[in-house]
C-alpha cells in the first residue's frame, strides 16, 4: 500500500491483478435531512466488491452522501485495508467469489480483536434480500443490509446510522458488567483451574452461539413481520444474559421485547445494540476470565 503525492489517495497491490481504486469526496449543495451534518467527522468508506462497474456505481453514491471513497476488488486485500486508521466504515459483498462478505467480516473482526483495536463498523450493499439474508447479516453484526439497486437515501441513512452508533457500538471492547461477569464466572472456576479454563471456554463458546442465533430469530420475526417470533427470542436472550450475570445485555434485550410495536428502523438499532454487547460479553468472560486462568495444571 502506498500513497501518492499528497493527494491523499491510497493505492492497494491486489493479489489477481485488480487495483484498489480512491476518489476524492464530492459534497452537493443539499443532499437530505439524513445526511451527516458537517460538523461530524469525515467518513471515509472502504468499498469491497469484486464487480468494477457495480463498485464504482456504488463509490459514486457514498460520493454524493458526503464520503471519500477506497474500492478494492480483492476482499483478501480488503481485509488489511479494512484495519486503516482513515477507514471509519466498510461496505461489503457478499456474495463475492474466494472470500464472501460473512467471511470477510469475520476475518477483519479477528484481525481486530488479535491486535485489540476498535471495530469498525461493517455493512453490505448485496442482490441477497430475503428476510433470512438480512436477518443473518444483522445477527453477525452488520450495522446496515442495502439490497440492489440501493438507493441514495438508503446510503445517506445508513452512512448517518454508522456514525451515530460508532462511538457506542464498536470503540468499548468490554462490557460495562466486567466486573459482576468476572465475579460470578470466577465463583464457578472451583479449585482445579485447568479444568474450571476447559469449562469456561465450552461455555463462552455455547453462549456465544446461542445468543448469536436468539439475535438472528429477533431479526427473522422483525423482518418477517413475525412479533411473537421476535419478542420470545429476545426473552429467552435475556434468560441466557442472567446466567452469566450480563445486565446491560439483558436490559437491552428486554427493551427490544417491550418495544415490538414500533418502527422497525429503530428496532434494527436495537438489535445492533443486542449484538454488539452480546460480542462484548463474550469478549470480556475471553479476557478477563479464562485468560487469567492457567492452561495447565501445575
Given at each position: 500500500m502506498r500513497s501518492v503525492g499528497n493527494s491523499g489517495i491510497a493505492m492497494l497491490t491486489v493479489r489477481r491483478g485488480h487495483q484498489a481504486e480512491s476518489t476524492a469526496p464530492v459534497r452537493p449543495a443539499q443532499i437530505g435531512d439524513s445526511m451527516l451534518t458537517d460538523d461530524m467527522p469525515a467518513n471515509r468508506v472502504l468499498i469491497v466488491e469484486d464487480n468494477s462497474a457495480s463498485a464504482k456505481a456504488i463509490a459514486k453514491l457514498f460520493e454524493l452522501s458526503g464520503a471519500s471513497t477506497l474500492v478494492c476488488l480483492d476482499p483478501y486485500d480488503a481485509v488489511e485495508a479494512a484495519l486503516r486508521p482513515d477507514i471509519t466504515l466498510v461496505s461489503l459483498d457478499l456474495s463475492m467469489p474466494h472470500l464472501n462478505g460473512h467471511e470477510t467480516l469475520s476475518l477483519i473482526r479477528s484481525h481486530e480483536q488479535s491486535r485489540s483495536i476498535p471495530s469498525i463498523p461493517v455493512m453490505t450493499i448485496t442482490g441477497w434480500a430475503t428476510a433470512q439474508d438480512r436477518a443473518k447479516s444483522l445477527s453477525e453484526g452488520f450495522v446496515a443490509h442495502l439490497t440492489k439497486p440501493v438507493a441514495l437515501e438508503e446510503v445517506q441513512v445508513a452512512l448517518a446510522r454508522a456514525s451515530r452508533l460508532k462511538?457506542?457500538?464498536?470503540?468499548?471492547?468490554?462490557?460495562?458488567?466486567?466486573?459482576?461477569?468476572?465475579?460470578?464466572?470466577?465463583?464457578?472456576?472451583?479449585?482445579?483451574?485447568?479444568?474450571?479454563?476447559?469449562?469456561?471456554?465450552?461455555?463462552?463458546?455455547?453462549?456465544?452461539?446461542?445468543?448469536?442465533?436468539?439475535?438472528?430469530?429477533?431479526?427473522?420475526?422483525?423482518?418477517?413481520?413475525?412479533?411473537?417470533?421476535?419478542?420470545?427470542?429476545?426473552?429467552?436472550?435475556?434468560?441466557?444474559?442472567?446466567?452469566?450475570?450480563?445486565?446491560?445485555?439483558?436490559?437491552?434485550?428486554?427493551?427490544?421485547?417491550?418495544?415490538?410495536?414500533?418502527?422497525?428502523?429503530?428496532?434494527?438499532?436495537?438489535?445492533?445494540?443486542?449484538?454488539?454487547?452480546?460480542q462484548r460479553v463474550v469478549f470480556t468472560i475471553r479476557e478477563e476470565v479464562i485468560g487469567r486462568l492457567p492452561s495447565d495444571e501445575h
Open positions: 462511538s457506542t457500538l464498536y470503540l468499548s471492547r468490554f462490557s460495562v458488567d466486567t466486573a459482576d461477569i468476572v465475579a460470578g464466572l470466577t465463583l464457578m472456576s472451583g479449585t482445579t483451574r485447568s479444568r474450571a479454563r476447559d469449562a469456561l471456554i465450552a461455555l463462552v463458546s455455547a453462549f456465544e452461539s446461542r445468543g448469536v442465533d436468539y439475535i438472528y430469530e429477533m431479526a427473522l420475526g422483525l423482518f418477517a413481520n413475525r412479533r411473537v417470533q421476535a419478542t420470545n427470542a429476545a426473552l429467552h436472550l435475556a434468560d441466557l444474559a442472567l446466567t452469566v450475570r450480563a445486565t446491560k445485555l439483558r436490559e437491552l434485550t428486554a427493551q427490544f421485547a417491550d418495544s415490538i410495536d414500533t418502527p422497525p428502523m429503530g428496532l434494527e438499532e436495537l438489535i445492533l445494540r443486542v449484538r454488539s454487547e452480546l
